[in-house]
T-cell receptor, first 113, second 116 residues
């Protein structure tokens, strides 16, 4: 069975550009999570969806970040405009229910120059 | 507020040694869930275990074992007879249950290096 799929795996962009990260959760999972990992702040939850509805977006840094889940098999995290401090590894995870164990994708390593 | 503390930043052992990774948590929820994840050098996060607050039985899975003690708010992870492939960053995480949230609070992680 396929795990969580993320694309791209690596993204290098210049400050001010728009960045879109994509995630396909495990089929049948109803909850989807976006995390960011940095050396300074560790792993932090940005936003999560349950049944395609955003439940908790308190971790979204600012208005430059937005996330959508138009259907059960796809989600995007967009940064516009990007800044160097957004450089991090962004993980998508999914779980059957919002309280169940979360399975992580391989991550997207974002570098903003 | 919820918090997870992994006081050991880095641990280095020689292959076949036993090693324990500490995890201390804080929560006011009476129902909560604890997790361990492994992040090998390749970068992905691998789920290892979930334990709920009502189940204090120790868990053993092969060379891995977990000791959950509510009295000390700890959920420690022991690797017996460590192997080089165990080298990774290990994260302990907490999810509160009273608010029915899926949010995981992660510790800062412990980097384990197993030398041959």
């Amino acid at each position: 069975d396929a795990g969580v799929i993320q694309s791209p795996r690596h993204e290098v962009t210049e400050m001010g550009q728009e960045v879109t990260l994509r995630c396909k959760p495990i089929s049948g999972h109803n909850s989807l999570f976006w995390y960011r990992q940095t050396m300074m702040r560790g792993l932090e939850l940005l936003i999560y969806f349950n049944n395609n509805v955003p439940i908790d977006d308190s971790g979204m840094p600012e208005d430059r970040f937005s996330a959508k889940m138009p259907n059960a098999s796809f989600s995007t995290l967009k940064i516009q405009p990007s800044e160097p401090r957004d450089s991090a590894v962004y993980f998508c995870a999914s779980s059957f229910g919002q309280g169940d164990e979360q399975f992580f994708g391989p991550g997207t390593r974002l570098t903003v120059l | 507020a919820q918090k997870v503390t992994q006081a050991q930043t880095e641990i280095s052992v020689v292959e076949k040694e036993d090693v324990t990774l500490d995890c201390v948590y804080e929560t006011r929820d009476t129902t909560y869930y604890l997790f361990w994840y492994k992040q090998p050098p390749s970068g992905e996060l691998v789920f290892l275990i979930r334990r709920n607050s009502f189940d204090e039985q120790n868990e053993i899975s092969g060379r891995y074992s977990w000791n959950f003690q509510k009295s000390t708010s700890s959920f420690n992870f022991t690797i017996t007879a460590s192997q080089v492939v165990d080298s990774a960053v290990y994260f302990c995480a907490l999810r509160g249950g009273s608010s029915n949230t899926g949010k995981l609070i992660f510790g800062q992680g412990t980097t384990l290096q197993v030398k041959p």
